[in-house]
């Protein structure tokens, strides 16, 4: 039988557990922030990306894919909030990289969905963390419209505002099995998220897809969280 000097014990780290949760979950903002003095992912000259001549383009200020390759930055990150916006073409299938351990290998990472419409994968829709998380709802705009995420990782949290609604707040820890979501569908992934770091290159993936349809992005800042 525990004693009472145990059972406040136990209920002490419950709470403190909690209030840590929920101090994750409260650097998410609810709205796409005021971006002013946040760092420039990447450089104008892409010389702080991973990356080779050709592969990706410059243009007044807007990123383009001319291939397949996915840009990578130089640069870990682990808990930050991330502001960017997206355009796509018909059947464009992209994606936004977090905390990638191997960037050859594109499952290596969560993929934040960036797409025209969805693939056959599963939650391979616009707004969906890749294999795992569908979006609460679509909030895509038609084809040729920019789009706007802010995507926040803190610490097992991720979260992301979509065109101004939060359309996930998750947290990595109920991804407690390989090949297999909260939700009871299977993914791809060889490990549980759970065990998935939270420290990597961010990345953003090229032309993807049978189409390899064009893709662009621009303002994509970034503000590190403790």
Not at 17 to 35: D, E, F, I, M
Not at 38 to 45: L, Q, T
Not at 115 to 122: G, K, N, P, R, V
């Amino acid at each position: 039988m525990k004693t009472p000097f145990a059972l406040l014990r136990r209920r002490l780290l419950l709470l403190a557990g909690l209030s840590l949760s929920v101090l994750a979950l409260s650097a998410a903002p609810k709205a796409h922030p005021v971006t002013t003095g946040w760092s420039e992912v990447f450089a104008a000259d892409l010389s702080n990306a991973v990356t080779q001549p050709g592969d990706w383009v410059v243009e007044s200020g807007v990123l383009m894919a001319k291939n397949h390759e996915t840009l990578w930055t130089k640069k870990s990150y682990a808990n930050f909030i991330l502001d960017l916006e997206f355009k796509v073409a018909k059947e464009s299938n992209s994606g936004v990289f977090l905390h990638s351990s191997n960037i050859k290998d594109v499952l290596a990472a969560l993929e934040i969905q960036v797409h025209e419409s969805q693939d056959a994968a599963l939650y391979g829709m616009v707004g969906a963390i890749y294999n795992a998380q569908p979006p609460a709802k679509n909030m895509a705009k038609p084809v040729g419209e920019w789009n706007h995420y802010t995507i926040t990782c803190q610490d097992s949290h991720v979260a992301l505002i979509f065109n101004g609604e939060e359309v996930f707040n998750v947290d990595l820890n109920t991804w407690t099995e390989a090949h297999k979501n909260p939700d009871g569908t299977k993914n791809k992934f060889a490990k549980a998220l759970k065990d998935y770091g939270r420290n990597g290159p961010i990345g953003l993936q090229g032309l993807h897809g049978k189409a390899q349809a064009p893709v662009w992005y621009r303002n994509i800042r970034i503000k590190e969280l403790p």
